[in-house]
């Protein structure tokens, strides 16, 4: 049909969900706004970082039989600093440059955050283009602006042999 899968997960053990990043639409680009003082703290992962995947680091065991051949998983740690009066709440957004919608949107209650994908993997030619960004978010819904972009890839997966990883069926 087009369209690439950016990742791929299992999902209660019913099937394959491959998530779409890119389609017939024009690409979405990440628009410019204002920059709170989060903006110029520290990040991580900070621009250019390359993240592993099918690393036994992420916690997650290797799925049985032809499963295996998806790998373990990967896990990304979000870090950043707050200015003096930290908030309560920040808004993580990650995605890939192209996506019709983010990859994951979720609002935490500190300043670090792990976002784990068990059995999952990012094929070979969605390895580049990721972004995320943080926004602090008070309790009475107020937002702030978001801090700049910071990108990152991910390393090709492969299994202990070598090979690509790869869903099966």
Same mark, same amino acid.
């Given at each position: 049909m087009g369209t690439r899968s950016a990742f791929v997960t299992l999902i209660g053990g /019913?099937?394959? &969900?491959? =998530?779409?990043?890119?389609?017939?639409?024009?690409?979405?680009?990440? #628009?410019?706004?204002? #920059?709170? #003082? /989060? =903006? %110029?703290?520290?990040m991580s992962p900070d621009n250019n970082a390359s993240l592993p995947q099918n690393n036994p680091a992420t916690g997650c065991s290797l799925l049985d039989g032809a499963g295996a051949t998806r790998g373990r998983g990967f896990a990304i740690q979000f870090h950043w600093t707050t200015p003096s009066s930290p908030s309560p709440l920040y808004e993580i957004y990650v995605t890939r440059v192209g996506a019709?919608?983010?990859? /994951? @949107?979720?609002? !935490?209650?500190?300043? @670090? &955050? #792990? +976002?784990?994908?068990?059995?999952? &993997? !990012?094929? @070979?030619? *969605?390895? %580049? *283009? +990721?972004q995320w960004r943080t926004r602090e978010n008070d309790l009475q819904g107020g937002l702030g602006a978001w801090t700049r972009w910071a990108s990152f890839e991910f390393s090709p997966c492969r299994l202990n042999d070598g090979t690509l990883c790869r869903a099966t069926e």
């Open positions: /019913l099937g394959v &969900f491959s =998530a779409a990043c890119g389609s017939g639409s024009p690409p979405l680009s990440p #628009t410019a706004t204002p #920059t709170t #003082t /989060l =903006a %110029q703290l520290s019709p919608t983010p990859f /994951l @949107d979720v609002v !935490v209650a500190t300043t @670090d &955050f #792990t +976002w784990s994908q068990c059995h999952s &993997f !990012v094929a @070979d030619e *969605n390895l %580049q *283009n +990721w």
